[in-house]
């Protein structure tokens, strides 16, 4: 599939209908300019703290799934 979207000058999300860019915006690997991943971020630092305070694995499992489906339920 890389082969022939590189030779059609499109990206594969465009070919399989994913996307209605033809060409997938590039990083230039500057976090101020691309903005961070949150998920690569999250796996980065391991534990994370509110305020201060150890935020509890239960919680952290429910803002993955908030980030995730965008959805609170």
Known sequence: M?????????????????????HPKQLTGDPDVDGVDLNDYFKKRGLLRFNGKPIPEEDLRIIYR????????
């Open 2 to 22: 890389n082969s022939v979207a590189n030779v059609l000058g499109v990206s594969v999300d465009y070919l399989l209908g994913n996307t209605d860019e033809m």
């Open 66 to 73: 908030i980030l995730e489906t965008g959805e609170e339920d």
